[in-house]
């Protein structure tokens, strides 16, 4: 009998926790480190929002247990931001408000999943996803895209690697890690495959406000209203307000998915931190001039780094269209020398870059593509172009 479950013993830690706390260990023990790993608006949280939070620590209401599946305020602004952003009509009962988008992920897929159903999972793709597939019983499906094609999974992958045991698509546009963005055609091809095939769709549409030029958001459930007793829209306020240690997210789905999610949530965590709801529920309810705000410098950053690693020799990078994320090949760099060693993976190098560099990036072995890694443009513009010209520049050395 082994002292660690093998369910929970097998869970891989997150890579991209991991580079951003080696990052900050080096900077405290006094190194220069640029860190491209976190996945976080580098913006305060509104003013509003946290004098929401500040005025529900003095209710005596919010000292309290509230219902587990979120305060009914919030639920019912949920419902109209849905209606609002999605374009798709659901009432508060098909709501559940949970500890942060990431535990939404883990409930639609322990509520839909028994042992060995598969879920096809767009590689490259963001790294909890797989491990929270396997620890609700499921079996995570890689269907492989690459920057020739955006990133953009297409029908005939899907159809390619769909078996009998398929219950699942899980997907995410824009997306964390490549910022790439489905058309509003594509996610309706998407959407009837998924309707006619009978697989759920868990769409996870996190990043739904921050997509740039002409590109435009298009939810799955609104291109595809048939897919209303299948479909299950996780999303949450850690990127739109800048609200990453809030812990607040959602999930809006089928009343029967969402009252079993809410079963589940009742036993592991109850409700969510009543004084993080309020601050949610002026998110939710207010105006949307941070996000605004904060795309134009996003906008801004994703057009100097696209600009920088295409200057860069041996990165090959698509222009992103969403999200605050590059996400290059560098695979014309490895087996080169660099600096007396030679790295054969993209994991070897982005541990090359971060010590020689002192440049933090992602290797794409956590999204499940070896051979690229992931820049995140949510960091000062300064700081931005001082890290790219440093990895530029070592990145010239390779011979
Ligand atoms: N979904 C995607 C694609 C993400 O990138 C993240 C965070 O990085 C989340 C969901 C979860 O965000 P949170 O749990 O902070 O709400």
């Known amino acids: 009998m082994s002292r660690i479950s093998h369910r929970i013993g097998g869970i891989a830690p997150s890579a991209t926790l991991a580079v951003d706390a080696t990052a900050k260990a080096m900077r405290a023990a006094g190194r220069d480190v640029i860190g491209f790993g976190a996945g976080e608006p580098d913006f305060p949280t509104p003013d509003h929002i946290v004098a929401a939070a500040e005025k529900a620590c003095r209710e005596p209401r919010m000292h309290r247990y509230s219902p587990a599946a979120g305060l009914p305020e919030l639920k019912q602004a949920i419902a109209e931001k849905t209606a609002r952003d999605s374009g798709v009509i659901v009432s508060p009962s098909q709501v559940l408000v949970t500890n942060g988008g990431k535990q939404a992920v883990y409930a639609a897929f322990a509520t839909l999943l028994d042992p060995g159903d598969e879920v096809l999972l767009p590689a490259p793709y963001w790294t ?200 290059p090949s560098v695979r014309d760099v490895l087996g080169r020398t660099l600096r007396g060693r030679i790295p054969t993976t993209s994991a070897d190098l982005c541990q090359l870059i971060l010590e020689e560099a002192g440049v933090a990036i992602v290797p794409g072995e956590a999204f499940g593509t070896p051979g690229f890694a992931r820049l995140s443009y949510a960091l000062s513009d300064d700081d931005l172009v001082k890290g790219v010209s440093r990895l530029s520049a070592l990145l010239a050395e390779a011979a």
Request: aromatic share 8%; proline share 6%; charged share 20%.
């Open 128 to 327: 909890t996803y797989p491990e929270s597939i396997r620890l609700a019983g499921g079996v995570p499906v890689d269907v492989v895209t690459g920057p020739e094609a955006g990133y953009r999974v297409t029908v005939e992958q899907l159809e390619a690697a769909r078996t009998p045991r398929t219950k699942v698509l899980l997907f995410n546009s824009p997306s964390n890690p490549t910022g790439a963005v489905h058309t509003p055609e594509e996610v309706r091809a998407i959407g009837r495959w998924a309707e006619q095939a009978g697989i759920w769709v868990i769409s996870d549409e996190i990043y739904e406000h921050l997509v740039y030029g002409e590109t435009r958001f298009a939810s799955v459930l609104a291109e595809v209203p048939e897919l209303a007793e299948r479909c299950i829209i996780v999303n949450g306020v850690a990127k739109t307000y800048a609200m990453t240690g809030w812990r607040v997210g959602w999930l809006v789905g089928p009343a029967d998915a969402v009252a079993a999610a809410t079963n589940l949530q009742s036993h592991a965590t109850s409700n969510v931190s009543n004084v993080a709801q309020a601050a949610a529920l002026a998110a939710v309810a207010g105006p949307l001039d941070a996000v605004a705000t904060m795309r134009t410098a996003f906008d801004r950053r994703r057009q100097t780094m696209h600009r920088l690693l295409s200057q860069t020799p041996g990165i090959r990078c698509p222009l992103p269209d969403g999200a605050f994320y590059c996400y």
